[in-house]
């Protein structure tokens, strides 16, 4: 009966139990490299940054205005306004073939500082805030904060400012009630218990010398000056991001888990983009995406709904064919993450169907809301592809969906490249904890993602 039940019945198994000394050591080996770049990317900006760093180390270089045909085994980049990447490894056949894409985003739920947002109360300094993406508000007070961000000056330069990375760096802090005064507070549902007009972060407390008003303010305001040569006007023009102040970490006495800030998606990112650096000479091209504003939509100009990666693509196609014909010949990997079940709240996942941490890489078939809602339904055919590429590779996956069908639901970049008439699949790391400051991945399923991304691109 039990040979029969292994022959028939489909039966993951947690990724240790399959898996030898060799493999454990390349998990860990993979993961510092990740933990390394989590640190150094701690908005889109640093992400994007920084990849182009490690991309020209390993033999990329920027794709010139007047490039043709991508050229087998080229490796070659764009950079889209310093916040989405786009990197290429040329095929050995053409681009009318099509091409294999991994689709991640680099951008995480934070606070953005208003256009003007340095005001004074109470003789106290802070800056206003717009939360970006889905965030549970309450999540956000009483942790250590930093400030990123670029400052463009009305002259055309740009100052980029970074505030509490460094060890001797002041920090800061949104301020939450004391519970002896909390008592209305707690009456409140968790979505109302902070309002995010309320996000303020607090920037300073000493006044300038002197008299009359708003004395923190120019203090404030003097230091940031004095650092940066900024003045409240520039802060008009600038992009300034308050992100958690959390180093990354190995989680658990056996140090078997990360936990960060920004691991949706930059787990995957990161993911797609080593497995991109190792690809030498893919049968077809490979392409790697680093996108922006997937938190909100994907829009503008960095986001995955922008013509910047058809630009991309014709200028790899040349006059070999039009942008559309690759198109209908492609394969999508939109790497992104999924929910982990969390056993300390199983009532919004059905177990059968949920990812689970040390299972490996998880296969999203569909995701959406309610009825599929807003998904990227793949086929049957296309997830038969990627079983078959993943078990021929070793790569250790599991098939999982969001959470219960009436519970909510979520959505990635698929449905855009499937827009495009791209056979696209969600595969990705399970988390627990997502879109809160602190994320929680298993080293396992982060390596087994890699491992899938270089399946797909056919890398040796």
Not at 228 to 233: D, L, Q, S
Not at 332 to 349: G, H, K, N, Q, R
Not at 379 to 407: F, I, P
Request: aromatic share 8%.
């Amino acid at each position: 009966m039990d040979e029969k039940k292994n022959e028939l019945f489909y039966q993951p198994k947690n990724g240790y139990d399959l898996i030898g000394a060799a493999e454990r050591t390349a998990c860990e080996d993979y993961c510092k490299g990740y933990m390394a770049y989590l640190d150094a990317a701690r908005t889109e900006r640093e992400a994007v940054s920084e990849a182009i760093r490690l991309a020209e180390a390993a033999g990329f270089a920027p794709l010139g205005d007047d490039a043709g045909p991508i050229r087998p085994g080229q490796k070659v980049y764009l950079n889209n306004r310093g916040k989405s990447l786009l990197l290429a490894v040329g095929g050995k056949k053409p681009m009318s073939a099509g091409f294999v894409v991994g689709a991640a985003h680099v951008d995480s739920p934070r606070l953005d500082l208003k256009q003007l947002p340095l005001f004074e109360d109470a003789e106290l300094g802070y800056f206003r805030t717009h939360y970006y993406g889905g965030i549970k508000k309450y999540q956000w007070t009483a942790i250590p904060l930093e400030l990123h961000g670029t400052v463009a000056l009305k002259d055309g330069t740009a100052v980029d400012v970074v505030i509490g990375r460094d060890k001797d760096d002041p920090q800061f802090v949104v301020t939450d009630l004391l519970p002896h005064l909390a008592a209305d507070q707690m009456q409140k549902t968790m979505a109302k218990g902070v309002e995010g007009e309320k996000l303020c972060i607090l920037a300073g407390s000493v006044p300038y010398a002197g008299e009359g008003g708003d004395r923190v303010k120019l203090a404030v305001m003097s230091l940031l000056n004095d650092r940066y040569g900024i003045t409240e006007a520039d802060l008009i023009s600038a992009e300034l991001e308050a992100v958690p102040a959390f180093d990354v970490r190995e989680l658990g006495l056996d140090r078997s888990m990360i936990g960060g800030y920004g691991q949706d998606d930059r787990v995957c990112a990161y993911a797609e983009l080593a497995a991109i650096l190792q690809t030498e000479a893919p049968e077809r091209t490979a392409v790697c995406i680093l996108a922006d504003k997937e938190e909100i939509g994907s829009v503008g100009v960095s986001g995955m709904r922008s013509q910047a990666f058809e630009r991309f693509i014709a200028r790899l196609c040349g006059d070999t064919c039009t942008v559309q014909e690759s198109f209908s010949h492609s394969f999508c990997v939109s790497a992104d993450v999924t929910a982990a079940l969390d056993p300390m709240y199983p009532e919004v996942s059905e177990k059968q169907n949920a990812a689970r941490l040390n299972y490996g890489v998880g296969f999203c078939k569909y995701t959406g809301s309610r009825g599929k809602s807003g998904a990227s339904d793949a086929s049957a055919e296309l997830v038969g592809y990627l079983r078959r590429l993943c078990d021929d590779a070793g790569v250790v996956w599991q098939m999982c969906e969001l959470g219960k069908v009436d519970q909510g639901g979520g959505g990635t970049v698929a449905l855009y490249m499937a827009d495009r008439d791209i056979d696209t699949i969600d595969a990705g790391v399970p988390v627990l904890s997502m879109h809160a400051p602190f994320e929680t991945t298993a080293k396992f399923d982060c390596y087994m993602t890699y491992k899938c991304m270089k399946a797909a691109y056919g890398a040796e």
